[in-house]
Nanobody
Framework: VQLQASGGGLVQAGGSLRLSCAAS????????IGWFRQAPGKEREGVSG????????YYADSVKGRFTISSDSAKNTLYLQMNSLRPEDTAVYFC??????????????WGQGTQVTVSS
């Protein structure tokens, strides 16, 4: 199993970025998959996820209405569209795979992370 995240960068507040996570070794549709982030000095935070099977989506309150998670089964790739970015969104973003379809379960694979920096 491999998760290759990309798309991070430096953007001004109010701007947008789109993160991608190319998955291999498993089929996205069968597992919970999503994004965590970790800012310096802060705990890792679940940002958004997709439940395997029915595609239900989950968002942290801090990103609701600004971020949109999606997946492309044909490409086995996960995306996170991030709009109206704020300085507090600055963090390393990781894509993760659950051990089951349940987003609130455990995770067994983590990507290498991609840095998102939002300037004020």
């Amino acid at each position: 199993v491999q998760l290759q995240a990309s798309g991070g960068g430096l953007v001004q507040a109010g701007g947008s970025l789109r993160l991608s996570c190319a998955a291999s070794g498993f089929t996205l549709d069968y597992y919970a998959i999503g994004w965590f982030r970790q800012a310096p000095g802060k705990e890792r935070e679940g940002v958004s996820g997709i439940r395997g099977g029915d595609g239900s989506t989950y968002y942290a309150d801090s990103v609701k209405g600004r971020f949109t998670i999606s997946s492309d089964s044909a490409k086995n790739t996960l995306y996170l569209q991030m709009n109206s970015l704020r300085p507090e969104d600055t963090a390393v973003y990781f894509c993760v795979k659950g051990i089951s379809s349940n987003w609130y379960g455990d995770f067994d694979s983590w990507g290498q992370g991609t840095q998102v920096t939002v300037s004020s």
